[in-house]
């Protein structure tokens, strides 16, 4: 039966390809059909620089996603004989140009960023540019009818385009499936502290613990607000606010490990504290400063394991460290683009209670 809104065609730029295939696969199990939904898209640029997208397939009267991750940094490109890795700015750029080569000949566009373009730098505090705001008008202006990612930064972001349609799916679910599936079934609500790396963390760890009914903690960044080092102010210490961690297993929760040391010095802190086990749940997983001090921390039996989504790139050097777990979202993405196709509610895929819940009871976590 024709959908309401055309054919699914899915536009995955090069940056997400190694992950689109398995979204089709889940699309097609959730339908019980065959079909191939990956249009041919070209995204190339020229010596100079210069970039340019070519769609090689009809997309006319079809359900258009755009799928872009603008964080992966295998890309690459020659520029004036030098090799060059393709960065955010540019990712985002060829999410506009493929915007571009569509034409309005689409029934509807919609564009899934899992990690949304300069979401960091999504507030104005001093005279500084406000980038994610303008990134998500600009969208809205080149008439994109959604806009989805996963676990904004701050989803406040949406604020910008108060008319436009934005969602921010938090990937609690399939987090927590692959939590245990490794953990096993051994553990109760009451051996469970999770904590919030700072403030404004804690919004996701409220969501955690109010699903696991896990006792909570904080650490207070300190910072140096008059030194600039690498673009951030410098930590000058963590001070912990909350339950006792002794004896406990620690799950230490946020959106994404940059350069990790703040997670480091955390791991440090609670294992003098005496915590039993130390492991850290986050959406998206850098690591720009490298894995050697994730290394260290886990031979010497302070980090226990840090699941991390695929939701942006990862390398194989990533993949292969013993304490890393990848959490696979490309099942979610399927049920978004398979939600949204057929004009159904995201409601379920936001707030996945039902589901949650099921998932404890099938591993007797005791609340």
């Not at 960065?87 to 571009?100: A, G, M, N, Y």
């Not at 730098?121 to 008439?143: F, G, T, V």
């Not at 490309?330 to 936001?350: G, H, M, R, V």
Request: net charge positive.
């Amino acid at each position: 039966m024709e959908k309401p809104f055309g054919e699914i065609a899915i536009l995955s730029l090069n940056n997400f390809k190694d992950r689109a295939k398995k979204v089709q696969d889940y699309i097609n199990d959730a339908r019980g059909t065959n079909k191939n939904y990956l249009i041919q898209i070209e995204s190339s640029r020229f010596a100079n620089g210069e970039g340019k997208v070519k769609i090689r397939e009809t997309i006319k009267n079809k359900d258009v996603f755009i799928i872009s991750d603008i964080s992966n940094y295998s890309c690459t490109y020659n520029l004036y004989g030098n090799t060059h890795n393709v960065s955010p700015d540019e990712h985002f750029q060829d999410i506009l140009r493929t915007i571009s080569a569509i034409s309005g000949k689409a029934n509807r566009v919609t564009v899934i960023m899992p990690l949304l373009y300069a979401s960091r730098q999504h507030r104005k505090l001093s005279r500084e540019s406000l980038d994610c705001a303008l990134a998500i008008r600009q969208l809205e202006n080149m008439k994109v009818d959604n806009i989805i990612t996963i676990d904004a930064h701050d989803p406040n972001i949406q604020n910008a385009i108060p008319f436009g349609s934005f969602d921010s799916i938090f990937p609690i679910y399939p987090v927590l499936k692959t939590f245990f599936d490794v953990e096993g079934k051994s553990l109760k609500n009451k051996d469970v502290v999770i904590i919030a790396p700072d403030s404004g963390a804690m919004d996701r760890v409220i969501k955690y613990a109010s699903i696991l009914g896990s006792e909570i903690g904080m650490f207070y960044k300190r910072r140096d607000y008059t030194k600039l080092i690498n673009g951030k102010n410098p930590v000058l210490q963590h001070d912990y606010v909350g339950s006792d961690v002794k004896g406990k297993n620690i799950l230490i929760i946020d959106d994404m490990i940059s350069s990790g040391g703040s997670v480091i010095d955390i791991c440090d802190q609670l294992k003098n504290r005496g915590a039993k086990k130390v492991s850290v749940i986050c959406t998206f997983a850098f690591f720009t400063e490298g894995l050697e001090k994730f290394n260290e921390l886990y031979k010497a039996g302070i980090l226990s394991k840090v699941y991390a989504t695929n939701a942006s790139y990862l390398s194989e050097k990533i993949l292969s460290c013993p304490w890393f777990v990848q959490v696979d979202i490309c099942q979610l993405l399927a049920q978004l683009i398979d939600t949204l196709n057929k004009n159904e509610s995201l409601s379920t895929l936001i707030s996945p209670e039902q589901s949650l819940q099921k998932l404890l009871a099938e591993n007797n976590f005791k609340l």
